[in-house]
């Protein structure tokens, strides 16, 4: 486990940090996001941001995990005797929103799920960078991107991750990362 406030990882069953002091509880996932992480100047990897409360973690998928994932999906339906149409609808939902299935895992589920994933500590952040994408209503239910959003982070040395994401300004997700980043956080609309 790690520590919920600092991320120090710390021995199994450990009530109270001895880094920080901070009682420990079970990590919450506080926001995830769908992204696509920069790679490059020409190249991007499309990935997960999940928002734990002292650090985040990089998920990235593949077409077998999603393929396991929807199998999950309908042997639940099937052992709750949902009917094939319930089924098919939650299979359906669940492909249109993958992100969410990390809403409700642990990070000790979500690591060792592909080799490349893994975290970063937010302590270790200077500087946290975010606009906003503006997204404006499209035809059917396809929202029409006009801008695409940048989330970067920077380490005390000036290195950085650079994502770029869909998520366009909302009142939640803004204070759940002031929340996170505090003073940190620069974030534009
Ligand atoms: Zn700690």
Known sequence: MNCNHCAEPLEDGTLVCPYC???QGPEQVQ???PVNRVTSLVSMVSC???FFDARLIIAYSSPELEAADLERVRAECAA???SPVKTNLAMMR???N???RYESMRADEILPEDDRNGWLPYRQLARVEWQSAVVAPGSDDVPLVRREGELALFD????EIRFIHFQPHQVAVKAVLERLFAFKLHYQR
């Open 21 to 23: 002091a901070t009682a």
């Open 31 to 33: 926001l995830v996001l």
């Open 48 to 50: 997960y941001a999940v």
């Open 80 to 82: 709750k005797g949902a």
């Open 94 to 96: 669940r492909q249109a």
């Open 98 to 100: 993958f992100y969410q």
């Open 156 to 159: 005390a040395e000036g290195n």
